[in-house]
Nanobody, 126 residues
């Protein structure tokens, strides 16, 4: 089992910044990739960014490239999402998730992630 706890969401004006954190515990050692996803009201959950624990390799959705940065602190078993230049369309509940056991291919396919946090709300006002 894996436990994921997100924090850092909130209300921010357009152009502002937020940093989300995802603290992981449990059997994370066999899950080499962590991802961030988001879901806006009435929309499907979509990929935001992913990172490999070991090498720090990253992968981003086109919609956030150049504005968001995913990083990790292996010692703290925590993944971060630094969000800059936020736009109203970034408003959503943000979730972190672990990719399947021993799946080393970094991707943004929702169904390939098996453990999810409870989510944290990010609201960007115009």
């Amino acid at each position: 089992q894996v436990q994921l706890v997100e924090s850092g969401g909130g209300l921010v004006q357009a152009g502002g910044s937020l940093r989300l954190s995802c603290a992981a515990s449990g059997r994370t050692f066999s899950r080499p990739i962590m991802g961030w996803f988001r879901q806006a009201p009435g929309k499907e959950r979509e990929f935001v960014a992913a990172i490999k624990w070991s090498a720090g390799t990253t992968y981003y959705a086109d919609s956030v490239k150049g504005r968001f940065t995913i990083s990790r602190d292996n010692a703290k078993n925590t993944v971060y999402l630094q969000m800059n230049s936020l736009k109203p369309e970034d408003t959503a509940v943000y979730y972190c998730a672990t990719k399947r056991v021993l799946d080393w291919v970094i991707s943004g396919i929702v169904d390939e992630y098996d453990f999810w946090g409870q989510g944290t709300q990010v609201t960007v006002s115009s």
